[in-house]
C-alpha cells in the first residue's frame, strides 16, 4: 500500500533553513503529483505547494512563495521542501501528500517548530 | 485566489442522525471542458493525518462507508452523513483543486450529542 514517510522536522531558530524529506514508496512515484500541506497546532489545514510527476511544474501558497521551494528525485523516490528564512508562523505539521489536484493519500507529518 | 467557507464551525448530532456541513467557494469550481466540480472532501480525526472522503464533489473514495455522501454544484456543495456513527467524530474539510494555489476551508467540527 501507499506509504509516505516524512523526515526532517524538528526546533530551528527564526530565519534558519530546514530541508523536509518523503521517502515514498507503494506506487509508481514518477507518475503522481505530490503536495505539501501544513497544519499549525490547534488549527486546519493550509495548502503549501504542489509539484507535477516529471517536477517541471510548482505551485504554492502565497504566504510561503519565495521562502519556500517543493522539488523531487524520481530515482530515489523523494519529495523535498527546503524552507528559508523560517519564521514563527511556519511552526506546523508539516504533510507529504500524494494527487496532482484532490489528495488520496497522506504521511503521518513531521513537526517543524521555530523558536529561538 | 479562491477562498472556501464552511459552515457551520460545528456541530453535535445524536447517534444514527443526520450530520449537514456545508462549503462554498468565492468562485465557481465547475471546470467546463470535463463538466466536471473539482472539490474534495477530507475527514480528520484527533491525531491522525486526513483521509480523502469525496472527490469531484461527489464521488466517494473506496472502502468510504455509503453513509457519506458529497453534493452540490457551482459554489455551493454538501457534505452528509446519513446516520452518524462514533467513529465519525472528527474535523471535515473541503478543499477546492480547480486553481492553484489550491485551498481547503476551516474546517467543522463533528461531535456527539
Known amino acids: 500500500q501507499v506509504q509516505l514517510v516524512e523526515s526532517g522536522g524538528g526546533v530551528v531558530q527564526p530565519g534558519r533553513s530546514l530541508r523536509l524529506s518523503c521517502a515514498a514508496s507503494?506506487?509508481?512515484?514518477?507518475?503522481?503529483?505530490l503536495h505539501w500541506v501544513r497544519q499549525a497546532p490547534g488549527k486546519g489545514l493550509e495548502w503549501v505547494a504542489v509539484i507535477s510527476h516529471d517536477g517541471r511544474n510548482q505551485y504554492y501558497a502565497d504566504s510561503v512563495k519565495g521562502r519556500f521551494t517543493i522539488s523531487r528525485d524520481n530515482s530515489k523516490n523523494t519529495l523535498y521542501l527546503q524552507i528559508n528564512s523560517l519564521r514563527a508562523e511556519d511552526t506546523a505539521v508539516y504533510y507529504c501528500?500524494?494527487?496532482?489536484?484532490?489528495?488520496?493519500?497522506w504521511g503521518q507529518g513531521t513537526l517543524v517548530a521555530v523558536s529561538s | 485566489d479562491i477562498v472556501m467557507t464552511q459552515s457551520p464551525d460545528s456541530l453535535a448530532v445524536s447517534l444514527g442522525e443526520r450530520a449537514t456541513i456545508n462549503c462554498g467557494s468565492s468562485?465557481?469550481?465547475?471546470?467546463?471542458?470535463?463538466?466536471?466540480?473539482?472539490l474534495a472532501w477530507y475527514q480528520q480525526k484527533p491525531g491522525q493525518s486526513p483521509k480523502l472522503l469525496i472527490y469531484w464533489a461527489s464521488t466517494r473514495e473506496s472502502g468510504v462507508p455509503d453513509r457519506f455522501s458529497g453534493s452540490g454544484s457551482g459554489t455551493d456543495f454538501t457534505l452528509t452523513i446519513s446516520s452518524l456513527q462514533a467513529e465519525d467524530v472528527a474535523v471535515y474539510y473541503c478543499?477546492?483543486?480547480?486553481?492553484?494555489?489550491?485551498?481547503f476551508g476551516p474546517g467543522t467540527r463533528v461531535d456527539i450529542k
Open positions: 468562485q465557481s469550481v465547475l471546470y467546463s471542458s470535463d463538466n466536471k466540480h473539482y
Open positions: 507503494g506506487f509508481t512515484f514518477s507518475t503522481y503529483g
Open positions: 501528500a500524494k494527487g496532482t489536484g484532490f489528495i488520496d493519500s
Open positions: 478543499q477546492q483543486y480547480y486553481s492553484t494555489p489550491f485551498t
